[in-house]
């Protein structure tokens, strides 16, 4: 069930309506949101239910080992071994799912250059929608409560709505247990104010994943991806790297805003998972705009522990490297995304040698802009490819010249939606912010007619439900 889909919106209104309804019983109204929960990630496929299930049980089970056994002295060893469980249970689940064939395929690969014949070692397995976000989530529950840092949640349903929130559940924002369960045990509100910054929020991610993503990648980027040497050249082939920068961007913040704006509605808070991160002005920088709850997980269960910038910097390069590469590879079962996150990892590694990770301002701050946008975009081709060698031919594609008639066939829409896209993400947050508070003083009537008119204009621009592309990781 697609976020930009009719029937999800058909189902969010049923929500919206029963869990308001039912606000005087919090315990009713959770329960009932956790079976909302469950439903809709069974829409994907039920067998999967057993997963997070699985996961839910196993770590909240873990939780209640570690409450009884607190002192990390005394119960040290029971302590590591209930740690322990959670991260081989809930990494092992997401190993087998994600990485066995991968894997697999390098291990026969070497066997066969080596000279050794081997079986067939591949297991016919779908991966589970979300559960990388997921298995990612519930351990930060286990890990905060092994460090002390938070209390044990005592109520199974609680724990599992926690785990399921469908508004999050297949694509994120990673929420920790520590932002989230609270605001379960707390009598729900929701204002006027938050009534409309949620529809807001929706309707914006709505145009960036329908309006933008969706028209950039099948009018520019896929195109150009499926034959860089025959879909343009030169200036049109940078134009489809820029075209792709804006379509993951669009496609995954579009996402975190109508996850984030549903939520709201039903009176929770996600926090912000996207600050507008093509403003940045070093990888640093980048990364605390970029699908923040991922880079902030990865820090402090990854690399704080290796232990951060703490140990000088060739041990710091190291540990951003490590925590890079995994970084990409939690993104999906291929050599590019380890490459991605290797290239990442070199550039914060790079900048933070040169001392390029500090505040920059005036000219100097666009500049430093303009160089790592581009830089982030040199990622993102490696990010895209399906090897290095398509990889290469885009890149090569840069210094042909463009084809015959391509500027023709590639017509004016995707144009002007990258021009409305780039400008719109580096307008500065004062005007951004002037024009949503504009927005939410205008009467109902005049917000209802405008939603109206963004519905209309996604209608026409919609060519199907398209998935969403962090739907793969």
């Known amino acids: 069930m697609l976020f930009n889909s009719t029937t999800f919106g058909l189902f969010f209104c049923v929500v919206f309506v029963v869990a308001w309804a039912l606000r005087s019983s919090l315990g009713l109204r959770n329960?009932?949101?956790?079976?909302?929960?469950?439903?809709?990630?069974?829409?994907?496929?039920?067998?999967?239910?057993?997963?997070?299930?699985?996961?839910?049980?196993?770590?909240?089970?873990?939780?209640?080992?570690?409450?009884?056994?607190?002192?990390?002295?005394?119960?040290?060893?029971?302590?590591?071994?209930a740690i322990t469980a959670s991260l081989l249970g809930n990494l092992g689940v997401l190993a087998f799912f994600k990485y066995w064939n991968f894997f697999a395929g390098e291990a026969v690969d070497l066997l066969t250059a080596l000279g050794l014949e081997t079986g067939p070692i591949f297991t016919d397995v779908i991966l589970p929608v979300g559960i990388s976000f997921y298995t990612f989530q519930t351990l930060s529950y286990t890990i905060d409560l092994y460090?002390?840092?938070?209390?044990?949640?005592?109520?199974?349903?609680r724990f599992a709505l926690f785990v399921a929130f469908f508004p999050q559940l297949v694509a994120g924002p990673i929420v920790r247990a520590r932002d989230f369960l609270p605001q379960l045990r707390q009598p729900p509100r929701l204002s006027q104010g938050e009534l409309e910054a949620?529809?807001?929020?929706?309707?914006?991610?709505?145009?960036?994943?329908?309006?933008?993503?969706?028209?950039?990648?099948?009018?520019?980027?896929?195109?150009?991806?499926?034959?860089?040497?025959?879909?343009?050249?030169?200036?049109?082939?940078?134009?489809?790297?820029?075209?792709y920068a804006f379509q993951i961007y669009g496609d995954f913040s579009g996402y975190s805003d109508i996850a984030i704006g549903a939520a709201r509605l039903l009176g929770f808070d996600l926090g912000v998972n996207f600050r507008s991160p093509y403003r940045s002005a070093s990888f640093k920088e980048l990364w605390t705009r970029w699908h923040i709850s991922l880079s902030s997980w990865l820090r402090d269960y990854l690399y704080v522990p290796l232990g951060g910038n703490r140990k000088g910097s060739a041990r710091t390069s190291i540990n951003l490297q490590l925590t890079m590469l995994l970084g990409g590879l939690w993104h999906g079962a291929s050599w590019m995304f380890v490459a991605w996150g290797a290239w990442h990892g070199a550039m914060l590694a790079t900048e933070r040698r040169l001392g390029l990770h500090a505040h920059a301002a005036g000219p100097t701050l666009w500049l430093r802009r303009f160089v790592v946008f581009h830089l982030v975009c040199l990622g993102w081709v490696l990010f895209r490819s399906v090897d290095l060698a398509a990889a290469t031919a885009v890149l090569g594609s840069l210094v042909s010249a463009p084809s015959s008639g391509a500027i023709a066939q590639l017509g004016w829409l995707p144009l002007v939606v990258l021009a409305v896209a780039a400008v719109t993400h580096l307008a500065p947050?004062?005007?951004?912010?002037?024009?949503?508070?504009?927005?939410?003083?205008?009467?109902?009537?005049?917000?209802?007619?405008?939603?109206?008119?963004?519905?209309?204009?996604?209608?026409?621009?919609?060519?199907?439900?398209?998935?969403?592309?962090?739907f793969q990781f």
């Open 198 to 243: 949620g529809l807001t929020q929706i309707f914006q991610g709505l145009l960036k994943k329908v309006a933008i993503a969706d028209v950039l990648g099948r009018s520019l980027v896929d195109p150009f991806w499926a034959d860089p040497s025959a879909a343009g050249g030169g200036w049109l082939s940078l134009l489809a790297i820029y075209g």
């Open 31 to 81: 329960a009932f949101l956790l079976g909302a929960s469950w439903w809709f990630y069974g829409q994907w496929s039920w067998r999967f239910l057993g997963l997070i299930l699985f996961s839910t049980v196993l770590d909240y089970s873990i939780g209640l080992v570690l409450d009884r056994h607190r002192d990390p002295v005394a119960h040290r060893r029971v302590r590591r071994l």
């Open 429 to 470: 947050d004062a005007w951004t912010e002037r024009v949503r508070a504009g927005f939410t003083s205008l009467p109902t009537l005049v917000q209802g007619a405008a939603y109206g008119g963004v519905l209309l204009l996604l209608a026409a621009v919609q060519r199907g439900e398209t998935p969403f592309i962090y």
């Open 147 to 157: 460090r002390g840092q938070i209390e044990v949640e005592r109520s199974l349903p």
